[in-house]
């Protein structure tokens, strides 16, 4: 892995990450997927839902798509109390990980909060509440005002979006914290893909669709649409996964800095998995593999099933402290996936 590739994926994910991606608001991202993408396309467009597409070598075979979701998981603001405390919904989250968590809620002017929490001496002399299990509805943010009325003229009402308020860092070397890295890293991925195979156009055979897919964070929704209009002959989604870390169980083997993960099991297609293997073992690329029996939690579940069935296959990107606002990970795999993709489609 040369340095310069490393730079060139850290560029892109601070980009990615500097923003607010929640669910929903992934239509505010287009200009600058636009600004990514289209020097390295033939074509560039957003649909009604603010799926970013873009396309290279149009009119050739086979068709392939390559996804990642561009959203990240977030809040949404159900009511304000008489006291100015703000109540809201999260999808995605541990109730423990939103506990004294700082966020930035998204009015038009965006206002800074904090996730209330209890003072340790409370719980030790209420047994009660020391036992109590804390559920999202329980927590409430705190803007700093005195009254449902002053967070008002801030701006703030039900269905304002809300996002970890964490600058992105990077760790050492080659180590990189953010929220929202799943899936701006797989996102980071298929734009460095897009980078390489543009250089190689002219050999390229296939006509290939890279899509930032909306919504998938609430079941894979715009990966459908995608699929659908697009209707690949074979894909690959890109996506964040489990990586061995302090606490987790023992079974799970996937490590940082190994290289991408090329999934195994039923909703991968064979062919696709051979192809993929084969990229990695011609470009020299490390690779890691995971079996998978289920495999309904990514795009590739809702693109295999789109219209008359499509070949899909799924890249790993192995991930520390995943839906939370200090997800990790190494830059070197994310570089990786992308050379893992590119050559790929080098090879179709
Ligand atoms: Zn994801």
């Not at 047994?127 to 005002?145: M, P, Q, S, T, W």
């Not at 080659?174 to 298929?190: E, K, M, Q």
């Not at 909703?267 to 289920?294: C, M, N, S, T």
């Amino acid at each position: 892995m040369q340095g310069p590739e490393v730079e060139t994926v850290k560029g892109i994910l601070e980009k990615l990450t500097e923003v607010p991606r929640v669910t929903g608001t992934e239509h505010k991202l287009s200009p600058i997927l636009r600004e990514l993408m289209e020097p390295y396309s033939d074509a560039f467009k957003v649909d009604v839902w603010g799926n970013s597409e873009a396309i290279v070598n149009p009119g050739g075979k086979p068709v392939v798509m390559l996804a990642a979701h561009i959203d990240q998981i977030g809040l949404i603001v159900r009511e304000i109390t008489e006291e100015g405390f703000i109540k809201f919904q999260a999808v995605g989250w541990d109730p423990r990980v939103l506990y004294g968590m700082r966020v930035k809620l998204l009015a038009d002017k965006p206002i800074r909060g904090i996730i209330s929490v209890l003072p340790p001496h409370i719980f030790r002399a209420y047994k009660e509440l020391a036992e109590k299990k804390f559920e999202v509805r329980d927590l409430a943010i705190d803007i700093g005002v005195e009254s449902k009325e002053e967070a008002e003229k801030l701006g703030i009402k039900p269905g304002i979006y809300g996002v970890p308020d964490y600058k992105p860092l990077s760790l050492n070397d080659s180590y990189f914290t953010s929220p929202g890295l799943d899936d701006a890293a797989g996102v980071t991925a298929i734009l460095q893909a897009m980078r390489k195979i543009w250089e190689i156009r002219d050999r390229i055979d296939a006509e290939i669709h890279f899509v930032a897919t909306i919504q998938e964070e609430i079941g894979l929704r715009g990966a459908e649409m995608a699929a659908y209009r697009i209707k690949p002959d074979m894909a690959v989604a890109v996506d964040v996964t489990f990586a061995k870390q302090p606490l987790m169980p023992n079974e799970f083997t996937l490590k940082t800095g190994k290289g991408p993960v090329i999934s195994k099991g039923p909703i991968y297609h064979w062919e696709v998995v051979e192809l993929l293997e084969r990229a990695a073992k011609e470009g020299d690329i490390p690779y890691q593999v995971e079996p998978d029996f289920r495999g309904y939690g990514t795009d590739t579940w809702a693109i295999q099933v789109a219209r008359g069935g499509v070949k899909t296959g799924l890249v790993g990107l192995p991930l520390r402290n995943m839906h939370s606002p200090v997800e990790v990970i190494n830059l070197k795999d994310v570089a990786w996936g992308g050379s893992l993709l590119a050559k790929f489609i080098e090879i179709l």
